[in-house]
């Protein structure tokens, strides 16, 4: 078992060459959103610029791509009819990813599952375009409950799911909210290695567990203000951001978990209660340094 620390930063924020251009550091798809929950998504695509990808593209219904778009020029979000995301969209969905895959020659992922709701037809979506890609996705809120109908689609795919205490629950079976740090590692583990999945327990203590079982690793950072909504967004959007830029599972959600932890510990020491996801994002710039 490692704990993540600040000296792994090093290992990807490397200077980059003068050479570098426009997608050598990844394109991030963002799918999510609905009509009620547009921020989801701008707080996963903020945070993942911040993490340092080239491009973030969005597909949300459009009363959220619409509004998404208008917090930052940065944003570039496409619209789908209807107000949510239904089985009508996933030619849609397929479509820009293989685009994506193309013009990146494979520096690509995607995080899925922000503010997308959970009505039926819209989890049997999430299940069929998942079934259908081979790229790194970050699995995260709603789409966990999809994918738990479902687990087998995990399976062999460069996937990394990211469920807090309750999720885990959810798509485990497995109560992990009551247990001592010790348990919790053990149930991750063997979780992991069963679904043959990376997992990374949101908590107190992150815990990260590769799709073997061989590895576990620990992130201490965070703070209690955390618990305002939206910092599992940026946890995912920093992840994602990580695996377009061709980091694997188990490093990607490491990092993660120490860079969104110590981000949200810089916001809360300046703000306390008044803390936001986006002032956390402010902070990602202050810890890459």
Same mark, same amino acid.
């Given at each position: 078992m490692i704990e993540v620390t600040k000296s792994i930063l090093k290992t990807i924020y490397k200077k980059r060459p003068a050479t570098t251009k426009k997608y050598d550091y990844g394109l991030l798809l963002t799918i999510g959103g609905s009509q009620f929950y547009s921020g989801s998504p701008a707080l996963t695509a903020l945070a993942a610029f911040r993490a340092g990808v080239d491009m973030v593209h969005i597909i949300a219904p459009k009363r959220a791509a619409d509004i998404i778009a208008s917090f930052s020029p940065n944003l570039a979000a496409y619209p789908l009819e209807g107000e949510r995301l239904t089985k009508q969209h996933l030619s849609t969905f397929l479509e820009m990813t293989k685009?994506?895959?193309i013009v990146t020659k494979g520096k690509v992922a995607v995080v899925i599952g922000g503010g997308m709701g959970r009505s039926p037809e819209t989890q049997e979506t999430i299940l069929e375009y998942l079934s259908q890609i081979k790229i790194p996705v970050v699995i995260d809120a709603d789409a966990i409950y999809a994918v738990a109908k479902k687990p087998e689609i995990l399976k062999e795919k460069p996937f990394l799911i990211t469920p807090h205490g309750y999720e885990f629950f959810v798509l485990t079976g497995k109560e992990v909210l009551e247990k001592k740090d010790e348990e919790k590692i053990k149930i991750v583990k063997e979780e992991a290695q069963r679904l043959k999945t990376t997992i990374l327990l949101k908590g107190k203590l992150d815990i990260i567990a590769d799709s073997k079982g061989d590895k576990i690793a620990i992130s201490? &950072?965070?703070?209690?203000?955390?618990?305002?909504?939206?910092?599992?967004? &940026?946890?995912?959007g920093i992840a994602g951001a990580l695996l377009a830029r061709g980091e694997n599972c188990f490093k990607a959600a490491g990092v993660a978990a120490y860079i969104n932890g110590s981000a949200g510990e810089k916001a809360a020491k300046r703000l306390g209660e008044s803390m936001t996801a986006t002032d956390l994002i402010e902070e990602i710039p202050n810890i890459l340094k």
């Open positions: 685009s994506a895959e201490k &950072t965070g703070h209690p203000t955390m618990s305002v909504g939206g910092t599992g967004d &940026t946890l995912a």
